[in-house]
């Protein structure tokens, strides 16, 4: 496999958690933000989309509610608390991208039917994809806790509670002898290729930050096929720092392809280092 760095960007936008691109736009989330920051290709600002009221810059820590992933749905941008903190982060936001019309829905029933699974100890949602007609919610883990995915069917969001849900382990690895916690991903249907973000984050739980060491690309062929094992494995892994040093200690928090041909991808990164700004990657994948 062959990466390249394209192009670059600090933005003056906190904690980017989640990335999507959609008719030539990326719509940008902050886990603790009451707006989303749309872009154009080339990292620069179009609008903003207000979600929801909120005095100041931050919402604290103690009351975010944690929007930690996103996907688009028939125009419709679902955008996902992690649920690893209830209430506050049990809710899922839409903006319909027609006129940016927004709406809050619970998904209590939802995590609450996760938790009565018994197989994840931590909810902390931070990966979400659509895949033919599921949804795929990924469950990071921790120094203590593996990485899970979760399957369940598209109408979820209309309603959460469902009994057709599994759950199913991932293995990641590690990186400089620290678990890789899934921080998101995406699919390739034609290919059947799924990539997945994932960081090596010293916390040995869902709800504290700890020191991050790196963060990598990882990539799982077959992916249908994988989805029909107890386990998937992620045996395909790029090491970011290795390939370019300003990856080094990035948190990459989330992954979107904006093209695609053959074998070749170009892939757009949001890092959140948990320092007031966020940093956009656009790379070029050869596989």
């Known amino acids: 496999m062959i990466l390249k760095l394209l192009q670059s960007k600090q933005i003056n936008y906190p904690s980017g958690s989640a990335l999507e691109f959609y008719n030539d736009e990326f719509f940008v989330v902050g886990d603790d933000i009451n707006y989303i920051l749309c ?40 955008i996902l608390g992690s649920g690893s903190k209830m209430p506050q982060r049990g809710y899922v936001f839409t903006v319909n991208l027609k006129d940016n019309s927004t709406e809050k829905k619970s998904m209590h029933s939802f995590f609450s039917k996760i938790e009565s699974q018994k197989i994840i100890q931590e909810i902390n949602i931070e990966g979400l994809a659509n895949y033919k ?18 399957i369940t069917s598209v109408g979820i969001f209309e309603n959460s509670n469902t009994n057709n849900l599994s759950i199913i382990p991932i293995e990641t690895g590690q990186l400089n002898g620290v ?66 040093t300003i990856f080094s200690a990035q948190k990459i928090e989330a992954i979107c392809i904006t093209a695609q041909s053959e074998n070749k991808y170009h892939l757009s990164l949001v890092a959140d280092n948990d320092d007031g700004k966020s940093v956009l990657f656009d790379i070029k994948l050869t596989i």
């Open 39 to 78: 872009l154009d290709k080339a990292f620069h600002e179009t609008r903003k989309i207000k979600l929801f009221e909120f005095d100041g810059i931050r919402i604290p820590k103690v009351d975010k509610p944690d929007l930690e992933c996103a996907t688009i749905l028939n125009d419709i941008l679902y």
């Open 133 to 150: 007609d599921k949804l795929l919610f990924f469950n990071r883990g921790n120094t203590q806790e593996s990485n899970h995915l979760i």
């Open 179 to 244: 678990n890789l916690g899934i921080s998101d991903a995406c699919i390739d249907e034609q290919n059947d290729l799924l990539f997945v973000t994932a960081s090596a984050e010293d916390t040995n739980n869902a709800y504290d930050d700890g020191t991050i060491l790196g963060s990598v690309i990882g990539i799982v062929p077959n992916f249908s096929t994988q989805l029909k094992e107890p386990c998937i494995k992620i045996n395909q892994v790029i090491k970011l720092g290795e390939e370019h």
